[in-house]
């Protein structure tokens, strides 16, 4: 059975900074892509970065480019989000995905949330101003 399990949200002033993290079960997970994405209230969700199964490919959505890193550790099959210089409209629900296995150890993630076959339930960040 496969879990993901996000972690690391919260409440932070605008400039700030959190660090989200997957925790992964059941699956291979050097074999799998992964990817963050956020809802926030009334908005559909959008992809925010995604990362190769190695790690190496990471792709980020222009808003969070420069502020926001992936990163994957195999060894303990753990996916960070590390956010720097948060702003309000950052605020959201954030998800972690995973993708099929042995697709995408080495191309680069996809960004379309249909490549995705599992998902976290999901972690709060709010961004006050």
């Known amino acids: 059975q496969v879990q993901l399990v996000e972690s690391g949200g919260g409440v932070v002033q605008a400039g700030g900074s959190l660090r989200l993290s997957c925790a992964a079960s059941?699956?291979?997970?050097?074999?799998?892509?992964m990817a963050w994405f956020r809802q926030a209230p009334g908005k559909d969700r959008e992809f925010v970065a995604a990362c190769s199964g190695s790690g190496v490919n990471t792709d980020y959505a222009d808003s969070v480019k420069g502020r926001f890193t992936i990163s994957k550790d195999n060894a303990v099959k753990i996916v960070h989000l590390q956010m720097n210089s948060l702003k309000p409209e950052d605020t959201a629900v954030y998800y972690c995905?995973?993708?099929?296995?042995?697709?995408?150890?080495?191309?680069?993630?996809?960004?379309?949330?249909?490549?995705?076959?599992?998902w976290g339930q999901g972690t709060q960040v709010t961004v006050s101003s």
């Open positions: 995905a995973a993708d099929g296995p042995y697709t995408r150890i080495w191309r680069p993630a996809p960004r379309d949330q249909s490549e995705y076959d599992y």
């Open positions: 059941g699956l291979t997970f050097v074999s799998h892509a």
